[in-house]
C-alpha cells in the first residue's frame, strides 16, 4: 500500500481537525472527496469505467468470455478478478512492489462481488452445466491517493452497468446435437442488472472518530480501518478490518452503522448519473458525492 511520511506536528493538526469535523481539505468526517467517472474508456472490451476519486485513479475493464460453470453451481456463471498495480501510481509498486497489495485487492472483491447476492450470476448461465459466460473483469491501478477499494467498488460497479453481453441462440442440429451462435449485432445484446452490485465503504479510525475516504496523510494517522461493502438497501454483505491497530466493539458497530448509512446514500446517485450518461449518450460525467 502507497504510504506517505508525516510529522508528529501534521498528526495533532489532523487530529485535532478530526475531532472537530474539520478535515484538512474542509470535509467532514463522512464527506468524499469530488469523484469522477468516465465509461466506454478502452475499446476492446465488453465494458469499461474509470474512476477518479480526488487523485486516485482506477480503470477496470470487463471481457465476456464463454467458459463452463462450475461443477457446485452448474446454473450459474462467475466473475474472474485481476488486479494491476501501475509503477507510475507510486515508486513502491516498481518490479513486483505491487503484486501483494494487487493479490489482497483481489481476495477483497471475490468476496464482495462474486456470489449471487451482488451479480445475478443465474443470468450468466447459457446451458446449464455446460455452457457459462465467465465475466473477466481488470482493474488497472493508475494512481494513488487513498481509499482504493471505494474508488475500484464503484468503477466495477459502472464497468458492469456498461457491459454488453452478446446475445446466444442455441439450436439442435440433425444428430441432437447443440449449436450455439453468437449474435454480431452490437444491439443484440444482454445487459446485466447492477441494482444490487454493492459498493465499498472504507472507514478509518482517526482518534477517537472515524472518517470516510481517507487520504493518504489521515491514513498514516490512522490505528485500523473497517472496510465494509453495502447494498443500495443497505445490507452489509461484506466486513474486513485492516490494519495493525485493534478496534474496539463500541468503534466497529459506530463504524458499520455509518458505512451503512455513507453506502447507501452512494448508490441512487451513482445510478442516475450511469443511467443519464447512457441515455444522453455521453462518455464523459462528473459528480461529487458526499455521505
Same mark, same amino acid.
Given at each position: 500500500?502507497?504510504?506517505?511520511?508525516?510529522?508528529?506536528?501534521?498528526?495533532?493538526?489532523?487530529?485535532?481537525?478530526?475531532?472537530?469535523?474539520?478535515?484538512?481539505?474542509?470535509?467532514?468526517?463522512?464527506?468524499?472527496?469530488?469523484?469522477?467517472?468516465?465509461?466506454?474508456?478502452?475499446?476492446?472490451?465488453?465494458?469499461?469505467?474509470?474512476?477518479?476519486?480526488?487523485? %486516485?485513479?482506477?480503470?477496470?475493464?470487463?471481457?465476456?468470455?464463454?467458459?463452463?460453470?462450475?461443477?457446485?453451481?452448474?446454473?450459474?456463471?462467475?466473475?474472474?478478478?485481476?488486479?494491476?498495480?501501475?509503477?507510475?501510481?507510486?515508486?513502491?509498486?516498481?518490479?513486483?512492489?505491487?503484486?501483494?497489495?494487487?493479490?489482497?485487492?483481489?481476495? %477483497?472483491?471475490?468476496?464482495?462481488?462474486?456470489?449471487?447476492?451482488?451479480?445475478?450470476?443465474?443470468?450468466?448461465?447459457?446451458?446449464?452445466?455446460?455452457?457459462?459466460?465467465?465475466?473477466?473483469?481488470?482493474?488497472?491501478?493508475?494512481?494513488?491517493?487513498?481509499?482504493?477499494?471505494?474508488?475500484?467498488?464503484?468503477?466495477?460497479?459502472?464497468?458492469?452497468?456498461?457491459?454488453?453481453?452478446?446475445?446466444?441462440?442455441?439450436?439442435?442440429?440433425?444428430?441432437?446435437?447443440?449449436?450455439?451462435?453468437?449474435?454480431?449485432?452490437?444491439?443484440?445484446?444482454?445487459?446485466?442488472?447492477?441494482?444490487?452490485?454493492?459498493?465499498?465503504?472504507?472507514?478509518?479510525?482517526?482518534?477517537?472518530?472515524?472518517?470516510?475516504?481517507? %487520504?493518504? &496523510?489521515?491514513?498514516?494517522?490512522?490505528?485500523?480501518?473497517?472496510?465494509?461493502?453495502?447494498?443500495?438497501?443497505?445490507?452489509?454483505?461484506?466486513?474486513?478490518?485492516?490494519?495493525?491497530?485493534?478496534?474496539?466493539?463500541?468503534?466497529?458497530?459506530?463504524?458499520?452503522? %455509518?458505512?451503512?448509512?455513507?453506502?447507501?446514500?452512494?448508490?441512487?446517485?451513482?445510478? &442516475?448519473?450511469? &443511467?443519464?450518461?447512457?441515455?444522453?449518450?455521453?462518455?464523459? &460525467?462528473?459528480?461529487?458525492?458526499?455521505?
Amino acid at each position: 500500500m502507497a504510504t506517505v511520511q508525516v510529522s508528529e506536528a501534521e498528526k495533532v493538526y489532523i487530529l485535532h481537525g478530526v475531532r472537530d469535523d474539520l478535515r484538512v481539505d474542509g470535509r467532514g468526517c463522512e464527506d468524499y472527496r469530488h469523484m469522477e467517472i468516465e465509461t466506454e474508456m478502452v475499446s476492446n472490451t465488453d465494458g469499461s469505467a474509470k474512476v477518479t476519486l480526488g487523485h %486516485t485513479d482506477v480503470l477496470v475493464g470487463v471481457k465476456a468470455e464463454m467458459g463452463k460453470p462450475r461443477p457446485m453451481v452448474p446454473g450459474e456463471g462467475y466473475l474472474e478478478f485481476f488486479v494491476d498495480c501501475s509503477a507510475n501510481a507510486t515508486p513502491e509498486f516498481e518490479g513486483r512492489g505491487g503484486d501483494e497489495l494487487g493479490m489482497e485487492l483481489s481476495n %477483497t472483491l471475490y468476496k464482495v462481488f462474486n456470489n449471487r447476492h451482488s451479480v445475478d450470476l443465474k443470468s450468466l448461465c447459457i446451458s446449464p452445466g455446460e455452457h457459462c459466460w465467465v465475466l473477466y473483469v481488470d482493474v488497472l491501478l493508475l494512481q494513488c491517493d487513498g481509499n482504493l477499494f471505494d474508488a475500484i467498488s464503484v468503477a466495477i460497479k459502472a464497468a458492469l452497468f456498461n457491459t454488453k453481453i452478446p446475445k446466444v441462440h442455441i439450436s439442435e442440429d440433425e444428430e441432437g446435437g447443440k449449436e450455439i451462435e453468437l449474435s454480431d449485432d452490437p444491439y443484440d445484446c444482454m445487459r446485466l442488472n447492477v441494482e444490487n452490485v454493492p459498493c465499498i465503504v472504507t472507514l478509518c479510525k482517526v482518534g477517537h472518530r472515524h472518517v470516510v475516504d481517507a %487520504t493518504l &496523510q489521515e491514513k498514516a494517522c490512522s490505528v485500523a480501518s473497517l472496510i465494509i461493502s453495502v447494498t443500495r438497501k443497505g445490507t452489509v454483505t461484506c466486513v474486513r478490518k485492516v490494519g495493525g491497530g485493534s478496534l474496539d466493539p463500541e468503534s466497529i458497530f459506530e463504524m458499520t452503522e %455509518t458505512g451503512k448509512r455513507v453506502g447507501k446514500a452512494l448508490h441512487a446517485p451513482l445510478m &442516475q448519473l450511469l &443511467q443519464e450518461e447512457e441515455s444522453l449518450g455521453k462518455k464523459r &460525467q462528473k459528480v461529487g458525492f458526499l455521505g
